[in-house]
Nanobody, 121 residues
Framework: QVQLVESGGGLVQAGGSLRLSCAAS????????MGWYRQAPGKRRELIAA???????NYAHSVKGRFTISRDNAKNTVYLQMDSLKPEDTAVYYC???????????????WGQGTQVTVSS
């Protein structure tokens, strides 16, 4: 199966930066789109950035211009560079990947365990 592991979260001051990484591991799989979601207390999980295998990107309005998503297809890894962080960015950030397992038909969504990002004011 596919396992996603996020890293890079932590506590930063407003205006600071963090870079999140998410590596997919396993065997006999290929990955299509990858993305980053976040969930703050009392809120639904929201998509903040997504990237296709070809490199096309989409961003939520709230992070556009401040966050940058990128990926390394050879490493099955997606990154999220977060700059000019604001207290309202505080949330658990989750990596997601649309993956195809060679042994199974179709594609399925996989999720990482989440990494906490806290921005202090």
């Amino acid at each position: 199966q596919v396992q996603l592991v996020e890293s890079g979260g932590g506590l930063v001051q407003a205006g600071g930066s963090l870079r999140l990484s998410c590596a997919a591991s396993g065997s006999s799989f290929t990955i299509n789109a990858m993305g980053w979601y976040r969930q703050a207390p009392g809120k639904r999980r929201e998509l903040i950035a997504a990237i296709t295998t070809a490199g096309s990107t989409n961003y939520a309005h709230s992070v556009k211009g401040r966050f940058t998503i990128s990926r390394d297809n050879a490493k099955n890894t997606v990154y999220l560079q977060m700059d000019s962080l604001k207290p309202e960015d505080t949330a658990v950030y989750y990596c997601s990947a649309e993956a195809h397992l060679i042994a199974l038909p179709g594609t399925y969504d996989y999720w990482g365990q989440g990494t906490q990002v806290t921005v202090s004011s």
